[in-house]
């Protein structure tokens, strides 16, 4: 069953192969959704300092009764944190709010900060600086594996020209119709394991026919072939979701997409729109008065 199994990171720690997103789960919500998540077998949960809902996380793992080694909790630095000081201060900062001695991973959340993203300044010394902080952590003990998210081919290039600890993950956009195959390659090769953020398109794929006729063909749901899909291409799905319902669904995952029906996914046309999430940077949009208004309202209605 997959809530069991593991990949193992180049620096030789086990991750959770399924693991848990929270995005848009509120802090009082969250440390139910951590319950939950943990009884039902999940060991891997996946949260960001931008997501607001880490001390909700830290509380969660409190209060499902599991051992602390046995929980893998992966926590993102502020997309803006690009000096040494600024990101030392800020992995401080989640430690103290999850109220943990040591976090299992800490990824830089993006290359740019979010009203940059996409333009053509890579923040490539802001990006070293603040690699440096999350390497002075790991070496001290307390991150126990460090790495990446929204990093594209010179992105990574630029990390590891100068790095003494490689990263271990790449979080990144990928899902059904959106499989950006030459930097998964890349980052393969490179030892890094590929994590894929927003397996069901944000909830977009639910809608999507074609992807319905495959799911059915395999007596699954879109969710469950998905999750699939990902880990078929050796990726790690983090799949976000409150409901235990849903929990449970997108861990029976025991079946197998064959490679033709992997072509035909890997070709299904890219979404255009997001729907409500459109305006989020890491869909294309642009961070601006209106995405911002949105996060915020999106996150006090979850
Ligand atoms: N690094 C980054 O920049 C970045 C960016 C985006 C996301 N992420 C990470 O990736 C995680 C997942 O991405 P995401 O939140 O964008 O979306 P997602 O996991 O692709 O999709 C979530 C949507 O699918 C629904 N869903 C999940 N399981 C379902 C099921 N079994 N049946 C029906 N509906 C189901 C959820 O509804 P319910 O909630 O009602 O179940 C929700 O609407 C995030 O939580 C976050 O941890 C990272």
Redo the contacts with the bound molecule.
């Keep these: 069953m997959i809530l069991d199994e593991n990949y193992t990171l180049s620096n030789g720690v086990e991750i959770p192969k399924l693991g848990l ?4 789960i509120s802090n009082k919500d969250v440390v139910q959704a951590v319950v939950d998540a943990v009884k039902i077998g999940y060991r891997h949960i ?3 300092q931008a997501y607001r809902n880490e001390s909700g996380v830290g509380d969660g793992f409190r209060a499902s009764g599991v051992k602390r080694e046995d929980l893998f909790i992966s926590t ?1 630095l502020a997309a803006g944190a690009k000096s040494f000081e600024k990101a030392t201060s800020a992995i401080d900062r989640s430690l103290q709010t999850m109220g943990l001695e040591y976090i299992d991973m800490m990824l830089i ?2 290359p740019q900060p979010w009203n940059k993203f996409g333009d053509e300044d890579r923040y490539f010394e802001g990006n070293r600086e603040a690699w440096r902080a999350l390497e002075e952590v790991y070496k001290s003990g307390k991150l126990r594996a460090i790495g990446v ?2 990093f594209e081919k010179e992105d990574l290039e630029n990390i590891l020209a100068s790095c003494t600890v490689k990263p271990m993950v790449n ?1 990144i ?1 990928a ?1 059904i119709s959106n499989t950006p195959k030459e930097l998964i390659q890349y980052t393969q090769v490179q030892g890094i394991l590929v994590e894929a ?7 977009e794929l ?1 809608k999507n026919e074609e992807v319905a006729k495959i799911a059915d063909k395999y007596g699954v ?1 879109i ?1 469950q072939l998905s999750i699939r899909y990902t880990l078929q291409l050796g990726l790690l799905p ?6 235990p319902a ?1 929990m449970e ?2 861990a029976d995952v025991e079946f197998v997409i064959s490679d033709e029906d992997m072509d035909y996914l890997i070709n299904v046309d890219p979404i255009e729109d997001y729907g409500d ?1 459109s305006m989020m940077p ?1 869909y294309g949009g642009k961070m601006n008065l209106r995405s911002i208004l949105s996060m915020i309202f999106r996150s006090f209605r979850s």
Excluded: D, R
């Excluded at 953020?197 to 909830?203: D, E, K, L, R």
């Excluded at 983090?238 to 409901?243: F, G, S, V, W």
């Design positions: 997103g929270t995005w848009f996946e949260t960001a993102k959340h993006s998210s929204n979080q956009l899902h953020y927003s397996p069901i398109a944000h909830g639910l749901t969710p983090l799949p976000k979701t409150a409901n849903h669904e997108n999430a890491v």
